[in-house]
Nanobody, 125 residues
């Protein structure tokens, strides 16, 4: 079993920054990819960013490219999402997700095996 716990969400003004953390416990030996997704009220869950666990390759949704940075600390079993230049449209519940094995599409929520409970990010205008 894998447990994912997000933290770092909150209320911030437009243009501000937040850093989300996702701590992994349980199975910590190997995984393929960690991802961040978000879901705004009335909208479907969407891909934000992903990072491969071994090589550290990163992928971003166009909406956040240049503003968000995903990173990891293997020793701490933690994944981060640094969010800068936040906009009101970034308001959502942010989830981290764990894909244990290679395959599928890193941007598809259906290819991830475990999910955190989510953390709310609210950006005021």
């Amino acid at each position: 079993q894998v447990q994912l716990v997000e933290s770092g969400g909150g209320l911030v003004q437009a243009g501000g920054s937040l850093r989300l953390s996702c701590t992994i416990s349980g199975r910590t030996l190997s995984r393929d990819t960690m991802g961040w997704f978000r879901q705004a009220p009335g909208k479907e869950r969407e891909f934000v960013a992903a990072i491969t666990w071994s090589a550290g390759s990163t992928y971003y949704a166009d909406a956040v490219k240049g503003r968000f940075t995903i990173s990891k600390d293997n020793a701490k079993n933690t994944v981060y999402l640094q969010m800068n230049s936040l906009k009101p449209e970034d308001t959502a519940v942010y989830y981290c997700a764990d894909r244990l094995y290679y395959g599928g599409t890193y941007s598809s929520q259906y290819d991830y095996d475990y999910w955190g409970q989510g953390t709310q990010v609210t950006v005021s205008s």
